[in-house]
């Protein structure tokens, strides 16, 4: 059984930095894309960043461009996701998720992911 553990979300101010981290295990992680979404109250959940399985490749949402960063410890079977100046539009619940090496689609599409993290809270307050 594939396993997707987040870390601890929190509370931050605008303009601060959180980290969160997602350790998988019941497969082979390297086989895996590692992707971040976030879900806000009322709204649907939406892509916020990917990173291939070597970690060679990453990609963004451009809202998130140039202040978050995604990465992975294939060692460690983690998937990072380092959140700098923080705005309170970013809070929502972090989900982490990961495409196995067969699975198809657009990176941007949650469907298009095999297993997912139960998700953690960010709260960025003004």
């Known amino acids: 059984q594939v396993q997707l553990v987040e870390s601890r979300g929190g509370l931050v101010q605008a303009g601060g930095s959180l980290r969160l981290s997602c350790v998988v295990s019941?497969?082979?992680?390297?086989?895996?894309?590692m992707g971040w979404f976030r879900q806000a109250p009322g709204k649907e959940r939406e892509f916020v960043a990917i990173i291939t399985r070597s970690g060679g490749s990453t990609y963004y949402a451009a809202s998130v461009k140039g202040r978050f960063t995604i990465s992975r410890d294939n060692a460690k079977s983690t998937a990072y996701l380092q959140m700098n100046s923080l705005k309170p539009e970013d809070t929502a619940v972090y989900y982490c998720a990961a495409r196995g090496p067969l699975t198809s689609g657009s990176y941007y599409n949650s469907k298009d992911y095999d297993y997912w993290g139960q998700g953690t809270q960010v709260t960025v307050s003004s």
């Open positions: 019941g497969r082979t992680f390297s086989s895996c894309a």
